[in-house]
């Protein structure tokens, strides 16, 4: 489907599912949503934590369409809205007009939809989006380096791959340096922390054979687990797997 | 001269002037102090302006030592600071202990003197450096892209070169690009807006030899000249060519 009608269908409330796999070769962005007041912060633990958090574009406080994407509105444009606050979520919603402040300042951060399709282009398969799932993600136990009221441990996301294929998985994404790049890990879970493979913080489980190895990327829902310790008065976010298609194409990112 | 012993010279007051070919292979930063109520625009800004305004580190609010510079201590260690009042250049001093407020968040930026080093390594002659001068700094026509209150023209700094050796000079610098990079024009200083080569506004003049050309690179002091337009009710930087001088290695900025 085509960026702009996609987000037509989602403004109007015709496509309120995950996002991966519907908007072909069209970057998808995580967003976070925070008052001007904690902008700085936030910027500078999104500047220490480029892998997780790699901005795209900074909307200024009073602009609600994207430079990337013509004719959009950031606060009915995403399937769902996470609102969180004083650090706990509150409310999923659809759209977010209601709640706009004007000192509003919306974050784009790349987002590993983007290596997706590079992986699917590589003939690699991708299981969430075979079997047509949102992808499964996890907090871990890998500090981030903090930045003012911004701190906590880095999400993750995972996808099974056969064992022979994790190495060409992870080349094809480190292609991708500001959309997550090169797994963080693979293998054993409990290794970065993860108790429970099969109850994933975020998006759903997923079933990994016995040929398989999970492989992990660095998540930009990693924002919203800082959130949790930074506490902001009002914070919003996409509801994970649930993304900003923007005009900007994937292979734009795609490392020289 | 060893980086820490250079700033002990430069604290105790036994060093003042232009820190260029002073600090080896060591890397020397602009710096640019504001109060944390004006650091997101400026963050903002430094990152749509990243070749002008490449930032190496950020000390939040209550932090006067470089993570990149042991025992050092921002308020003393920089041999002249520019202080600006509602944009105004008001004092230039040697120390700003009195002037410091618990609000402040230094910026440290970039600096072309990195790659001089490299220039002089590839055999090139830096005809300032040789002259014992400050480099030759000067305000274009070229905009840069503003972020909240900071807005205005590209300043640059400028090396003469034997016509021949341009492309060389410009080919080693294009391998620091989070250090100003390639050059922005060489040649013809009107096409970019500069009126009078002999009088530039920043640094000393230098002579033009008839088988020279003048090659301009974005330069770390486009700040300064933004605070012109921004008029924060204060702002601290280093005073033009006399830099931060850090314990890191020039050659850790070099592009692999």
């Given at each position: 489907?085509?960026?702009?009608?996609?987000?037509?269908?989602?403004?109007?409330?015709?496509?309120?599912?995950?996002?991966?796999?519907?908007?072909?070769?069209?970057?998808?962005?995580?967003?976070?949503?925070?008052?001007?007041?904690?902008?700085?912060?936030?910027?500078?633990?999104?500047?220490?934590?480029?892998?997780?958090?790699?901005?795209?574009?900074?909307?200024?406080?009073?602009?609600?369409?994207?430079?990337?994407?013509?004719?959009?509105?950031?606060?009915?444009?995403?399937?769902?809205?996470?609102?969180?606050?004083?650090?706990?979520?509150?409310?999923?919603?659809?759209?977010?007009?209601?709640?706009?402040?004007?000192?509003?300042?919306?974050?784009?951060?790349?987002?590993?939809?983007?290596f997706?399709?590079a992986?699917?282009?590589?003939?690699?398969?991708?299981?969430?989006?075979?079997?047509?799932?949102?992808?499964?993600?996890?907090?871990?136990?890998?500090?981030?380096?903090?930045?003012?009221?911004?701190?906590?441990?880095?999400?993750?996301?995972?996808?099974?791959?056969?064992?022979?294929?994790?190495?060409?998985?992870?080349d094809v994404t480190a292609q991708f340096p500001?959309?997550?790049g090169r797994?963080?890990?693979?293998?054993?879970?409990?290794?970065?922390?993860?108790?429970?493979?099969?109850?994933?913080?975020?998006?759903?489980?997923?079933?990994?054979?016995?040929?398989?190895?999970?492989?992990?990327?660095?998540?930009?829902?990693?924002?919203?687990?800082?959130?949790?310790?930074?506490?902001?008065?009002?914070?919003?976010?996409?509801?994970?797997?649930?993304?900003?298609?923007?005009?900007?194409?994937?292979?734009?990112y795609r490392k020289?």
């Amino acid at each position: 489907m085509e960026a702009k009608a996609l987000r037509e269908k989602i403004r109007n409330g015709t496509f309120d599912r995950t996002t991966s796999g519907a908007a072909g070769d069209n970057v998808q962005a995580n967003i976070v949503i925070l008052p001007k007041s904690y902008a700085f912060d936030f910027l500078l633990y999104a500047m220490r934590n480029r892998k997780a958090v790699p901005v795209i574009e900074v909307m200024e406080d009073g602009k609600v369409e994207s430079s990337y994407a013509e004719g959009s509105d950031i606060r009915t444009d995403v399937p769902k809205y996470n609102i969180y606050r004083d650090g706990k979520l509150k409310e999923t919603v659809t759209d977010i007009t209601e709640y706009w402040q004007d000192d509003f300042v919306t974050f784009l951060i790349g987002c590993s939809f983007t290596f997706e399709q590079a992986l699917l282009e590589a003939g690699l398969e991708v299981k969430h989006i075979k079997e047509q799932k949102n992808v499964a993600m996890y907090r871990t136990n890998i500090p981030t380096e903090p930045a003012g009221i911004f701190s906590g441990e880095l999400v993750v996301s995972m996808r099974p791959f056969k064992r022979e294929l994790v190495e060409k998985a992870s080349d094809v994404t480190a292609q991708f340096p500001d959309m997550h790049g090169r797994p963080v890990h693979h293998g054993e879970p409990s290794e970065i922390g993860i108790r429970d493979i099969n109850a994933p913080e975020y998006g759903e489980p997923i079933d990994i054979d016995s040929d398989e190895e999970p492989v992990f990327w660095a998540c930009g829902v990693t924002p919203q687990n800082a959130a949790l310790n930074a506490r902001p008065s009002i914070m919003i976010t996409h509801n994970p797997g649930h993304m900003f298609v923007t005009d900007i194409k994937n292979e734009d990112y795609r490392k020289k």
